[in-house]
């Protein structure tokens, strides 16, 4: 009998981030992006698997019935005092499951790597907000800090919509509501939370994860009516998260929705991460301040990539950073290494990167 207690205990103990487990493989642990097995552990079997289902389940019937008519379920699970969010699906029609660990302490922001102009820009009274990255690049974290922050420094109620809630919050000096989406949960869907919050009186709506063109409406629509919107998307660049977002629409749609997403649109903050020489996990950001230049951009009958990287470049007094700066100047602070760097762009853009690494360097020198 496969004993879930002491692959959680351990998963905790070194720290790791995500637990993987699948049949004929011992546990995996991932610490610091790197997959590591449980050696103390025998590999899983089928039945192991079976055990594991029930033992997250707990025989949660409607988890059950969920699991079986889409042969995936996303639910939470607590042991030793901590979060974790559980995934389990099917491979060769047994079930695996994967485990993120929620830790109780969120980082503070200021630990996070990320520029002030972003906490910042919560002050705003309204507008859309949009935090993006790819999986496991630490979305999720950011947004929590932020709502912390929120938190602690200003007085307004904000609302949540999460599949699974992660992070509990409790409230100081803002008002905070925390509703999880999902069958038989707060909210049935995403897009039905954002419309609902209209109702709700809040000030700060977040929203865990914008899936579709129904949230994408839904959220510029609470934007348009004087709030502040925080949501996320899993694009890579800032320039990506603009193309997404307009794609969710018809053609004949989108110089309509270019003109709303101009003037809401206050910020795009696009992150990675990278593991850095201590085996820790370092955050490389790149931010886009939506400024005359970017909406001006965006306005256009063709989105080009270039030309919004170009924005990002030409505000950097309003804010925004390029994402070939922040890894010239990561570089530069021994956080990561040059193959890192390079790994994260483009060929062409690798002459641009050596030659913002040696203009860091001379200015570092200077003072």
């Given at each position: 009998?496969?004993?879930?207690?002491?692959?959680?205990?351990?998963?905790?103990?070194?720290?790791?981030?995500?637990?993987?487990?699948?049949?004929?493989?011992?546990?995996?642990?991932?610490?610091?992006?790197?997959?590591?097995?449980?050696?103390?552990?025998?590999?899983?079997?089928?039945?192991?698997?079976?055990?594991?289902?029930?033992?997250?389940?707990?025989?949660?019937?409607?988890?059950?019935?969920?699991?079986?008519?889409?042969?995936?379920?996303?639910?939470?699970?607590?042991?030793?005092?901590?979060?974790?969010?559980?995934?389990?699906?099917?491979?060769?029609?047994?079930?695996?499951a994967?485990l993120?660990?929620?830790?109780?302490?969120?980082?503070?922001?200021?630990?996070?790597?990320?520029p002030?102009?972003?906490?910042?820009?919560?002050?705003?009274?309204?507008?859309?907000?949009?935090?993006?990255?790819?999986?496991?690049?630490?979305?999720?974290?950011?947004?929590?800090?932020?709502?912390?922050?929120?938190?602690?420094?200003?007085?307004r109620?904000?609302?949540?919509?999460e599949?699974?809630?992660?992070?509990?919050?409790?409230?100081?000096?803002?008002?905070?509501?925390?509703?999880?989406?999902?069958?038989?949960?707060?909210?049935?869907?995403?897009?039905?939370?954002?419309?609902?919050?209209?109702?709700?009186?809040?000030?700060?709506?977040?929203?865990?994860?914008?899936?579709?063109?129904?949230?994408?409406?839904?959220?510029?629509?609470?934007?348009?009516?004087?709030?502040?919107?925080?949501?996320?998307?899993?694009?890579?660049s800032?320039?990506?998260?603009?193309?997404?977002?307009?794609?969710?629409y018809?053609?004949?749609?989108?110089?309509?929705?270019?003109?709303?997403?101009?003037?809401?649109?206050?910020?795009?903050?696009?992150?990675?991460?990278?593991?850095?020489?201590?085996?820790?996990?370092?955050?490389?950001?790149e931010?886009?301040?939506?400024?005359?230049?970017?909406?001006?951009v965006?306005?256009k009958?063709?989105?080009?990539?270039?030309?919004i990287?170009?924005?990002?470049?030409?505000?950097?007094?309003?804010?925004?950073?390029?994402?070939i700066?922040?890894?010239?100047?990561?570089?530069?602070?021994?956080?990561?290494?040059?193959?890192?760097?390079?790994?994260?762009?483009?060929?062409?853009?690798?002459?641009?990167?050596?030659?913002t690494?040696?203009?860091?360097?001379?200015?570092?020198?200077?003072?």
């Amino acid at each position: 009998m496969v004993d879930m207690n002491k692959i959680l205990d351990i998963a905790i103990a070194k720290d790791a981030s995500d637990v993987h487990l699948i049949p004929g493989n011992k546990p995996m642990l991932r610490i610091a992006r790197r997959l590591a097995p449980i050696e103390v552990m025998k590999e899983l079997t089928e039945n192991d698997m079976t055990e594991i289902y029930d033992y997250l389940v707990k025989g949660n019937v409607e988890a059950d019935e969920q699991y079986k008519k889409y042969r995936r379920l996303d639910t939470s699970y607590e042991h030793a005092g901590l979060r974790f969010r559980v995934n389990i699906s099917y491979s060769e029609n047994i079930p695996i499951a994967t485990l993120r660990i929620i830790k109780n302490t969120l980082p503070k922001y200021e630990d996070l790597g990320l520029p002030d102009i972003v906490r910042r820009m919560t002050y705003q009274p309204q507008g859309l907000i949009l935090v993006t990255g790819k999986t496991n690049s630490g979305k999720t974290t950011t947004l929590n800090a932020l709502i912390n922050d929120i938190n602690e420094n200003q007085n307004r109620k904000i609302l949540t919509l999460e599949n699974p809630i992660e992070f509990k919050h409790h409230s100081k000096n803002s008002l905070i509501v925390q509703k999880e989406v999902g069958k038989g949960k707060d909210s049935l869907t995403f897009s039905d939370g954002v419309k609902n919050s209209l109702r709700e009186d809040c000030d700060i709506l977040v929203i865990g994860e914008i899936r579709d063109k129904e949230t994408m409406e839904a959220g510029i629509e609470m934007a348009e009516s004087g709030h502040l919107v925080i949501g996320t998307l899993h694009t890579k660049s800032c320039a990506e998260t603009i193309d997404r977002m307009i794609n969710f629409y018809e053609v004949r749609d989108q110089a309509s929705i270019k003109y709303l997403l101009s003037s809401l649109l206050k910020m795009v903050v696009s992150q990675r991460l990278l593991p850095a020489p201590d085996d820790k996990m370092v955050l490389v950001p790149e931010v886009m301040v939506v400024d005359n230049i970017v909406a001006g951009v965006i306005r256009k009958d063709k989105i080009n990539v270039s030309e919004i990287e170009d924005a990002i470049q030409s505000g950097a007094s309003n804010g925004s950073i390029g994402l070939i700066n922040s890894l010239a100047e990561l570089f530069v602070e021994d956080k990561i290494t040059l193959e890192q760097a390079k790994a994260q762009i483009e060929e062409k853009n690798i002459e641009t990167l050596n030659r913002t690494i040696m203009q860091l360097k001379l200015q570092k020198k200077k003072f």
